[in-house]
């Protein structure tokens, strides 16, 4: 098993630039989730999928969109890219939601606007 | 939603014991507590969780108050490797991602 990956794994962008990170995940998990981390913080939810061919906003979403086409990825999608969307991106899924259920994180996209 | 709070920064010597704590006085019933930790440049892996009763794995113990308002994450010996973001977070049972918080954590810092 490969777990969870991301691609790219390093990016530089202009600001206005566009765009997708990819998540793939082959664990057959129904919950798919993408953050973000600024900086000596900890982790903030952008978006996440609880199925294939459903997604909703976490709690910082405002210039992200997401697809969920296909079970096994989750696309995170930057349309016009600013200097605040600078951060390093992990994607995570688990097979159930809340509970006692672990969550898996990939090793992150390290995302640089200028 | 249910927030924790832990010490910004510790510090142990290689191979001595590290008691981590969380406090979490507004945890409901339904809340498990979970912990990950996130080592340099990687993301966040899983450690422990539980719901009442103490736990214990390969990696770690977690020992929960009785009243369930605080827990304490033990590391038996601290490696070198063990130097890490330690997160302490709740878990509803009924709830999606978005409760999934990640506070500031504490940052191990293990000493040879």
């Known amino acids: 098993n490969a777990g969870v990956t991301q691609t790219p794994k390093f990016r530089v962008l202009k600001t206005g630039q566009s765009m997708t990170l990819l998540c793939a995940q082959d664990?057959?998990?129904?919950?798919m989730y993408w953050y973000r981390q600024d900086p000596g913080m900890g982790l903030r939810l952008i978006h996440y999928s609880v199925g294939e061919g459903t997604t909703a906003k976490g709690e910082v979403p405002d210039g992200y969109n997401v697809s969920r086409l296909k079970k096994q990825n989750f696309l995170l999608g930057l349309e016009s890219a600013a200097p605040s969307q600078t951060s390093v991106y992990f994607c995570a899924s688990n097979i159930l939601a809340g509970g006692p259920y672990e969550q898996y994180f990939g090793p992150g996209t390290r995302l640089t606007v200028t | 939603d249910a927030k924790t709070t832990q010490p910004n920064s510790m510090e142990s010597n290689e191979e001595e014991p590290v008691h981590l704590p969380c406090n979490h006085s507004t945890i409901s019933g339904t809340d498990y507590i979970h912990w990950y930790r996130q080592l340099p440049s990687q993301g966040p892996e899983y450690v422990i969780h539980?719901?009442?009763s103490n736990v214990n794995n390969r990696m770690a113990s977690l020992a929960i108050a009785e009243d369930r308002k605080s827990s304490t994450l033990i590391l038996h010996r601290a490696t070198l490797r063990d130097a890490a973001v330690y997160y302490c977070i709740l878990r509803d049972s009924d709830n999606y991602g978005q409760n999934f918080v990640f506070g500031p954590g504490t940052r191990l810092s293990v000493l040879p």
């Open positions: 664990m057959n998990h129904e919950y």
């Open positions: 539980g719901l009442t």
